[in-house]
């Protein structure tokens, strides 16, 4: 447990339970027991009974997340996926969901193609920077906004102090997907938010050898509401990837720290290249949210978003000449990554909904990872060489 006054440095190495009663570890162990040995009949049982409801591995993570979002508790589960669809659990069966119109395509497929199957469950898809249309889309079942921020490829950013007030307003829970931000960057808390939804997999675990997810709530009232839907569901965390994210979570200030010092020299780099049509950075002067990231977020983040002049063919010459950006699915590693969304991370979306939204087939979106920034810069380089 780290200290109230603590800085967030700190906080990532001593957050949360992280004790070892049996041996004084300094590193929680991995407690693989999928059961726990009670006293006797009518005794009170330990902490710990059966690793579905609560696990000593488990229990460090979501108390170690849980005070790094200033949260009251948390539940960590088997992926991102599986904390929203946590979320979902918590609401009445025919619940209205307000969707930001830039989501995640997992969290859409979630949401249109799984939970729409239950009758009642109905969403609408709206731009969360337009409160007059999040008013107008509240429907008498309205029960969740669903806020992502920012998006995902665009780097749209969201206000959430102006949805919390609408939310508010109509007595709506209010959830934030902060993966692509993860504590360090926004902790969305702090603005009245109930819930943080985070893919573990990406900057938590931040080694790119981890799927995990997690959710943290406001107030206890909330955690207890979400721990008995992680128990009731069983879609929880493992003890051994509970530990890899924790580990992750050790160096969160270190790697976010260099890896978004690394990302805003590349993104100030690439904006004077002249293969490059526009740069997608919210710490950038030029985004046209850079005023609500000064605000909201701590840095622009370890992602930039570029569009290419040129359009499919550009792409593949840049990519073809990588060596340390690697064309990935994923992104929140050490290691710099490069997603073709057209093709790849939006793949499903119909082309012209994609286009409508920006999203070409000359636009590479780059997780910018923790290696020498000089290294990296001189690899972009390289690989727009020859482009116009
Ligand atoms: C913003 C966002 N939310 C949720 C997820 C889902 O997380 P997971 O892959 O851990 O299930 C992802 C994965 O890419 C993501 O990028």
């Given at each position: 447990m780290s200290s109230p006054n603590a800085k967030f440095a700190t906080q990532v190495i001593?957050?949360?339970?992280?004790?070892?009663?049996?041996?004084?570890?300094i590193m929680p162990p991995i407690v693989t027991a999928s059961s726990f040995v009670r006293p006797n009949i009518g005794e009170p049982a330990g902490a710990f009974g059966y690793s579905r409801g609560e696990n000593p591995t488990r229990h460090a993570l979501e108390t170690c997340l849980a005070e790094l979002e200033g949260g009251a508790g948390a539940i960590a589960c088997a992926s991102g996926m599986a904390a929203t669809a946590s979320v979902m659990e918590l609401?009445?069966?025919?619940a209205h969901v307000i969707v930001s119109d830039s989501v995640y395509g997992g969290t859409f497929r979630l949401l249109e193609e799984c939970r729409t199957r239950s009758s009642g469950f109905t969403t609408s898809y709206v731009d969360l920077n337009d409160t007059a249309a999040i008013e107008d889309a509240i429907e008498d079942n309205t029960a969740l906004i669903w806020i992502e921020t920012?998006?995902?490829?665009?780097?749209k950013l969201v206000d959430l102090e102006a949805i919390v007030q609408v939310a508010r307003k109509h007595q709506l829970l209010t959830c934030v997907d902060n993966t692509f931000n993860s504590p360090w960057n926004q902790q969305p808390i702090r603005y009245g938010v109930d819930l943080v939804m985070h893919s573990t997999s990406k900057y938590v675990g931040g080694h790119s050898d981890l799927i995990g997810g997690a959710v943290v709530a406001a107030t206890e009232a909330q955690h207890k509401q979400l721990h008995y839907v992680a128990m009731a569901v069983g879609a929880i965390q493992g003890p051994f990837d509970s530990y890899q994210a924790l580990r992750g979570l050790k160096t969160l200030d270190l790697r976010m720290q260099r890896q978004s010092e690394n990302a805003h020299q590349i993104a100030e780099h690439l904006e004077q290249h002249p293969a490059i049509e526009r740069v997608y950075y919210?710490?950038?002067?030029?985004?046209?949210q850079h005023d609500l990231c000064k605000r909201q977020m701590r840095s622009g983040g370890a992602v930039v978003t570029v569009q290419l002049n040129g359009g499919l063919e550009a792409a593949k010459h840049v990519v073809g000449r990588m060596q340390y950006f690697v064309l990935a699915d994923s992104l929140g590693g050490v290691e710099s990554m490069i997603n073709h969304a057209f093709t790849m991370s939006h793949g499903s979306v119909p082309e012209a909904d994609k286009l409508a939204s920006g999203i070409t087939e000359g636009l590479l979106r780059l997780s910018v990872g923790a290696e020498a920034v000089e290294d990296l810069i001189a690899e972009l380089d390289y690989a727009l060489d020859g482009l116009a």
């Open positions: 001593h957050a949360g339970d992280q004790k070892d009663p049996a041996y004084n570890a609401l009445p069966k025919d920012p998006t995902n490829p665009l780097l919210p710490g950038l002067p030029s985004h046209p």
